[in-house]
């Protein structure tokens, strides 16, 4: 029959070609004379489909639609530009709506609606949403059929009408019915983002799992978990759970398991061991779990069998991290233990500054402690704490007493950090240390013992049983360092035993200021996270009681810090607390509110909340204030949780130097410094490098020891050179000198093994521990002439909290290493990307153990053996691919 239509075509043309003369006649003879024969032909062509379309005649009508559908479905199928046929029909669009109000309904009235719908997409105006419209109007068809561009226009206008109906409150079942057609559209096709986007917009992502297929749902989860940083709570938990859900159904139980420590669930963690049934691959489960430093216990209907959860509870304790740890060492031959002098390289200097470091001073050997303790943490061996086995003198002693007092304290507590992680080594080596007749000493080796347990769990609980007597005993700095041992040791483990002792420390009337701070912090460690309203509530009333006088003691700000750690990461659930914190003396009442606000939104990206601490930064206040310095550092713990905001957050920094009052320019390097931790980006290296010479020396002892924050554990050769350069400058400051040498000893930290970097898993985890134990060193730092680089040097040690091997170790099935080639290359974004794009760029192949730098990615360049991991950091089980087979 399309021909008769045809036929007809050149009469109905010539016919009615005089009847109508408009009066813009000459321009359309020009536009036509423009098109090719071709495209005059299918303007003719439509034309005459468009008025069959208002014939009477229902055959001819269906004829007209049917090939209208034609024409305009073979053309919009692709879509590089606006298709020929809907560029001719625009002109015709007013004429076939009026048409079709004028229709009774039928099944041509849908036919005509869908046709109408198409032509909506470049014909209604902004806001009428009509193409909607008639699609609701139309049949039931396939609709994409008519092209991706249609229907992504229709989830547009999907997304809007949706919102208006639910402020009217208005039915949406039929919006959900077509909603189910997109979403499948879109997943068939690979537009995974374009589905998730559509499903939020109308509330009802619990759809996606019916759509989610084996060949789609890594893709899908991928965008899900990297969207949810960037929403609104709690629809970003809701998001997360439907990720993880997706994950477990399809059996990719380790990124389920990263998800349920993302949400800080511990029955989706038990969930993801009992739905796995492979012993191999509850094992690396455990791996993660250790690096998390998750306090996750085993429950029997985990693993029945005994000696299985025995190897998979050692592993969750971190027994086995001090031996990986020395295999990488022995791999990349850094064994070799290193003084203070290999590190300062002073012969590179010019006269004056190496004629000032002979000076046998005792702050000069209290900086050298901590450089040789942070260079040579975890190898088990140094040239000045570790005897030589040579000789039965014993080298430590000596040392040891090169430093005076509270000196004492950290060179013996240095000694814990060169044996981290080895518990049988590190308590025989400090135990000689605990029949000393000085004070300070044996302080220094109860810190000792809780640097050497940092991380390690054990069932006997050694460092509980040492440090346990000490707490009560009558002189301040050894309640101190077994106050701080404890925090250290069981930090994020929710131990009651400690929990009930420190507690009673609070409310002791008779305990001096110091050992209550301590105490506080302690507290704050062991129950990172955790809201424990006993624990939060033995605080507030230690704050309650403080005298006048005492709330101007530069201690003081380690109770509401100690507070601020319970609720870390916790967002609302700080309320409460915060209500009460407003009832406090107007003293601490500001620094308590900022410390609270900060801690409880760290590494949630929360927008909203940095721009309330901007504000209170951008107060001009008297000198006295000291609230704004924690509020500049919650700016930097709130904007680390994503690469846009941190980079926001850097230039409103650079703002508040110009503009801040002096007490904010004195935050605001080490904010720089949280940042960028273990990653030296250039141009907060420059700024740090410019404060360095800053008027104001805390200014300048901020900046120095940012500089070897971001530096940490990297060798930069640039740093190290601008500090080598300050260390001549400051030779005669003694103060800023030891922040220099502080900053030379991080920059090397484990001969450039370690990173102080509190995220892993790609950026997508954080832990809570690493993360709390730098914001007390950074809390310290705020007053540097009184805490830091004062009396209390050893708040230092905090920083072992965040230290972990920056590696990736792969083991084999009994967990020994095994080397495999990887490539290791800078980390590329591949969310919402079609295809299999490259995850890694400029990459190199090397053999396993290898060193993973900031913003590195892994990936294994052999199919010999298949990861566990989804994630290539830290320790990796490989399993050998049953598929594989060697070319000959």
């Known amino acids: 029959m399309a021909p008769d239509l045809n036929k007809a075509s050149g009469s109905a043309s010539k016919n009615e070609a005089p009847s109508k003369a408009p009066p813009s006649k000459k321009k359309e003879d020009k536009k036509d004379e423009d098109l090719s024969e071709e495209d005059l032909a299918l303007k003719q062509q439509l034309e005459l489909y468009v008025e069959r379309v208002q014939d009477p005649e229902p055959g001819i009508q269906k004829l007209a639609l049917e090939s209208l559908r034609q ?40 036919y005509l609606a869908d046709i109408l719908s198409v032509l909506a997409l470049t014909m209604s105006a902004e806001g009428e949403r009509e193409s909607l419209k008639y699609r609701l109007l139309g049949s039931e068809g396939d609709i994409g059929s008519w092209g991706h561009e249609y229907v992504r226009n229709l989830a547009g206008e999907i997304a809007q009408e949706y919102t208006k109906r639910q402020t009217e409150e208005a039915p949406i079942h039929d919006l959900i019915e077509l909603v189910q057609q997109i979403v499948a559209f879109h997943m068939k096709h690979n537009a995974e983002p374009e ?26 989860c991928l965008y899900l978990t990297s969207a949810a940083k960037y929403l609104p709570g709690p629809d970003d938990l809701v998001v997360l759970k439907i990720a993880y859900e997706i994950y477990l159904k399809f059996g990719e139980y380790a990124s389920a398991l990263q998800i349920a420590l993302f949400l800080d669930n511990s029955q989706y963690i038990k969930q993801v061991y009992i739905s796995c049934d492979d012993p191999l691959r509850k094992k690396q489960f455990s791996y993660i779990l250790a690096r998390h430093g998750s306090a996750f216990v085993l429950g029997d209907d985990i693993s029945a069998d005994d000696v299985d959860r025995e190897v998979l509870e050692e592993i969750i304790n971190n027994t086995k991290l001090s031996e990986g740890y020395l295999t990488l060492a022995r791999d990349i031959e ?37 450089v040789n303790a942070f260079v040579n943490a975890g190898f088990g061996q140094d040239k000045l704490m570790t005897p030589p086995t040579d000789s039965s003198s014993g080298g430590s002693g000596n040392w040891l007493f090169k430093n005076k007092e509270h000196g004492k304290t950290s060179a013996a507590a240095s000694l814990g950090m060169i044996l981290m992680w080895d518990v049988d080594s590190g308590l025989a080596q400090l135990d000689k240390y605990f029949h000393s007749n000085d004070n300070h000493v044996i302080a220094g080796a109860l810190l000792g013992v809780g640097i050497v347990n940092c991380g390690i769990r054990n069932d006997c609980d050694p460092a509980l049983a040492l440090l346990d007597d000490f707490v009560d005993k009558e002189d301040p700095s050894v309640r101190i360092g077994a106050i701080m041992g404890l925090g250290i040791a ?83 659930r700080v309320d409460a607390t915060a209500e009460v914190s407003k009832t406090f003396n107007e003293k601490i009442r500001k620094y308590c509110d900022m410390t609270l606000l900060s801690c409880a939104y760290a590494g949630t990206g929360n927008v909203l909340k940095v721009q309330n601490l901007l504000g209170h930064c951008a107060e001009h206040l008297e000198k006295s204030e000291t609230h704004q310095g924690p509020a500049v550092l919650g700016i930097a713990m709130i904007a680390m949780a994503e690469e846009l905001g941190l980079e926001m957050a850097i230039r409103s920094l650079e703002h508040l130097l110009q503009y801040g009052e002096q007490n904010i320019r004195r935050a605001v390097p080490l904010a720089l410094g949280l940042l960028c931790i273990s990653n030296p980006k250039v141009n907060v290296m420059d700024t740090l490098s410019r404060l360095s010479h800053d008027t104001d020396s805390e200014v300048a002892m901020a ?85 830091a680089s004062g009396k209390y040097h050893y708040v230092l040690y905090f920083l072992v909290l965040a230290m972990q091997p920056r590696m990736l170790l792969t083991v084999d099935e009994n967990l020994k290493p095994l080397s495999v080639p990887v490539r290791v290359g800078q980390a590329v974004d591949v969310v919402g990307q079609a295809g299999r794009p490259k995850t890694i760029t400029g990459f190199q192949t090397h053999s396993t153990p290898v060193l993973l730098a900031a913003g590195d990615r892994a990936e294994l360049a052999t199919e010999k053996y298949i990861p566990l991991s989804p994630i290539l950091e830290g320790f990796v089980i490989l399993k050998e691919n049953p598929d594989y087979r060697e070319d000959l």
């Open 703 to 787: 900046a120095v020891i940012s500089l070897g924050l971001i530096g940490a554990g990297t060798n930069n050769a640039r740093i190290a050179g601008m500090l080598r350069n300050l260390s001549s400058y400051y030779y005669k400051d003694a103060p800023l000198l030891f922040c220099v040498r502080i900053a030379q000893g991080l920059v090397h930290l484990g001969k450039g093994l370690l990173t102080l970097n509190p995220y892993h898993s790609d950026r997508f985890l954080l832990s809570p521990t690493a993360l709390a134990g730098l914001i007390t060193m950074l809390h310290a730092c705020l007053d540097m002439k009184n805490i």
């Open 490 to 572: 069981y930090a994020g483990t929710q131990n009651e035993q400690i929990c009930s002792k420190l507690s009673g420390i609070l409310s002791d009337a008779k305990a001096p200021l110091d050992v209550i701070a301590f105490s506080a912090i302690s507290l704050g460690l062991v129950c990172v996270s955790s809201c424990n309203e006993e624990v939060a509530q033995a605080i507030i009333f230690a704050l309650m009681d403080r005298s006048e006088s005492e709330l101007q003691e530069p201690l003081i700000r380690f109770l509401p810090l100690g507070l601020g750690l319970l609720y870390l990461g916790k967002q609302e």
């Open 195 to 220: 589905a998730v986007d559509l499903l939020m917009e109308v509330e009802d992502l619990d759809i996606l799992s019916k759509h989610v297929d084996k060949t789609n749902f890594k893709r899908t």
């Open 71 to 110: 024409e305009i479905r073979s053309s919009t199928s692709s879509m590089t530009s606006v298709p020929k046929p809907l560029k001719f029909l625009r002109a015709h669009y007013g004429a076939l709506k009026a048409h079709y109000e004028k229709m009774a309904e039928s099944d041509l009235k849908k």
């Open 334 to 370: 850094v064994m070799e233990p290193k003084s203070p002098e290999d590190i300062y390289k002073a012969h590179l200097l010019d006269g004056r500054a190496s004629a000032g470091a002979s000076v046998d001073s005792a702050r000069q050997n209290l900086a050298a402690t901590f």
